[in-house]
């Protein structure tokens, strides 16, 4: 089964709509894969976006390859942007910021509500739910400045569409950002962290050490530098206690995050990972046990896993990042989102 790092998804009220990643990072999805789980939720949708006949054959095959929609086609790359944009200084991708996005992704929904009402009954967030979050403790306005006319033509847009929903508060507040941008001058929003490359762990005696790359599937999006072998880790041998002390280069946000290494597969360790200067580090203190085994191991059978270890995740392989990777830095201009543009211009301003 492909792995939803390459598979943009719309989960629609009863049913799942799929793209290919490679056509909609260059504006060309000319289908969409419709799957569905409830025909009887979905059927309401369906005959609205692509007619009763359609719809009756989707429902009796439950599943059919249409011609893309572009306002679908729209959402799911922008949720695919908010779950797996691979964010990494290193490699020339740069963060998005989250405001924007969200502002966006409002936009979108507000789009696909109303080309077929019903579809995202049950979705991951309404228009207003996005919005509230976009201008939470004044974000978007500080997001905003570089690409300030199109932030505002899109509250310009919301405000219209909460009107039209009777949402009286929204549609002000949307209006109020609107205009508060109107003389705003150019400018960036600096991220607050920076990847970090110098070394800060120290001791003496080390048992084993090694590097790792981290699972986009097993931490938040855009906490992270995407880049492979950020991850440094090396047991250490010391008067007062073994310890495994673990860094991880590249941070853009806080979160909480753990560091668990194995042996063959085997769990021996957990490292709480706390934020410093560009950074993610930890140090825990090994038992008696965990310590013979690192003074018996070659390094190449212990592993180390950056945030959620559990089976059940879908993980993602080295390749997967790679492809994705490339098809981002490959991304047209044209085909940019609000929030690439703004990186784009921050970027501009800066070097």
Do not use: K
Not at 128 to 153: C, N, W, Y
Not at 200 to 221: C, H, I, K, Q, Y
């Amino acid at each position: 089964m492909t792995h939803p790092v390459h598979t943009p998804v719309v989960a629609a009220d009863g049913g799942l709509i799929r793209f290919i990643l490679a056509d909609l990072l260059v504006s060309r999805a000319t289908s969409m894969r419709l799957e569905l789980s409830d025909g009887g939720a979905a059927e309401p949708w369906l005959t609205r976006l692509v007619g009763a006949e359609t719809s009756l054959a989707v429902l009796r095959q439950g599943q059919a390859d249409l011609p893309a929609g572009p306002e679908l086609g729209r959402l799911a790359l922008l949720l695919w942007l908010r779950r797996w944009w691979p964010a990494s200084p290193s490699l020339g991708v740069p963060p998005l910021d989250p405001a924007l996005l969200d502002l966006e992704t409002a936009v979108a929904t507000a789009d696909v509500e109303d080309l077929a009402e019903g579809l995202l009954d049950g979705f991951e967030a309404s228009p207003a739910e996005l919005f509230d979050t976009a201008i939470a403790d004044g974000a978007l306005l500080a997001a905003a400045p570089p690409v300030a006319g199109e932030v505002r033509g899109l509250c310009a847009r919301l405000a219209a569409w909460f009107d039209a929903q009777d949402d009286v508060v929204r549609a002000e507040a949307a209006a109020e950002v609107s205009s508060r941008l109107e003389n705003a001058a150019p400018g960036q929003r600096a991220y607050a962290l920076a990847a970090g490359t110098d070394p800060v762990m120290t001791g003496e005696g080390v048992l084993a050490s090694g590097r790792a790359s981290v699972d986009w599937a097993r931490v938040p999006p855009g906490i992270l530098d995407a880049a492979e072998d950020t991850v440094t880790w090396r047991i250490v041998a010391a008067a007062a206690a073994t310890r495994l002390e673990v860094e991880v280069a590249g941070a853009f946000a806080d979160a909480a995050i753990t560091a668990v290494a194995a042996r063959d597969g085997e769990p021996f360790a957990e490292v709480p990972l706390s934020l410093g200067a560009g950074r993610f580090t930890g140090t825990a203190d090994l038992d008696d046990a965990a310590t013979r085994l690192a003074a018996e191991v070659h390094s190449g059978r212990i592993t180390l896993i950056v945030g959620v270890a559990g089976e059940g995740v879908a993980g993602t392989t080295a390749e997967d990042r790679a492809q994705v990777v490339a098809l981002v830095r490959a991304r047209p201009p044209e085909a940019r989102t609000l929030a690439e543009r703004a990186a784009a211009a921050a970027d501009d301003e800066e070097f």
